[in-house]
């Protein structure tokens, strides 16, 4: 794997690989070498939080250095500069680049032209790989398992890029899925199956549910009806249910059910840090 644009680049046998590594993280330590090994850069179109920061902390703790560039609007982009050039320009410094941009495909676009390996960090409506990758281990670490869960999608569905890569990766197990969301906002044909429910109401589908998988309404892409989750709501959950959001939230999901021990969403955000430490051994150590 030269670059890592789409979740349909793995498969059963190569998440399974993935995930060992990943558990190895876990127990791993922090890595001080001198000189550095090399440097990443982080390249953000759009504005991040955990994923540039996991990226960060992940090469640093590796023993990278980091260009990052997070405001592009401080770079050459505001006078016009093509992508592809700030790509081979970056590309020049480093050893591998974190792109998060706000055009579905851009991560393609660079990577046809990149002579660094590109990690698509979010592309518009588009993927973000490095975000299922970390939503599925909190799921396997969680359940132990991922075949046979009753898993329900909520949220903008529509718009959300993580629901959109997480679904295509769930279609290689066992699973059966449930789309809650605002008529507004349902998942867009080309990622729908004949067997999945659909429906705007939460409550039918709460009792049955394993994993929840909430998301945020993208207002930033057009979206606009509201929704939220009660505490009484999400009580209807099984015992042995988790709620997983990729974050941040807004409304959706409420602060008080945090300390519930279904709640898995701080958990997932460490998951982040060791799936992409393993990420970056892989795609920079070849191990
Ligand atoms: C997500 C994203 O950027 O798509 N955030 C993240 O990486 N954790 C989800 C979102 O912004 O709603």
Known sequence: MKHLISIDQYNYQSLH?????????????????????????????????RTSASFHSAATQLGYSVL????????????????EDTIKTIGSYVDLIVLRHGEKGASKRAASISQVPIINAGDGIGEHPTQTLLDLYTIWKEKSKIDGLNITLMGDLKNGRTVHSLIKILRLFNVHINLISPSSLKLPNEYLKHSDQESTQFLPYAATTDVLY?????????????????LSELNQLPKTAIVLHPLPRRKELPITFDNDPRAKYFQQIKNGLLVRKALLRQFLENN
Not at 68 to 83: A, D, H, R, W
Not at 214 to 230: D, F, H, I, N
């Open 68 to 83: 990052s560039i997070n405001e592009v609007n401080y770079s050459s982009v505001t006078k016009g500069e093509t992508l």
């Open 17 to 49: 690989t993935l995930f060992e590594k990943v558990d190895k993280e876990e127990y791993g330590f922090i890595e001080t070498s001198y000189p550095k090994k090399g440097q990443i850069a982080t390249l953000f179109y759009e504005p991040s939080t």
């Open 214 to 230: 909430v998301t945020r309404v993208q207002k930033e892409r057009g979206s606009k009806e509201e929704y939220k989750l009660s």
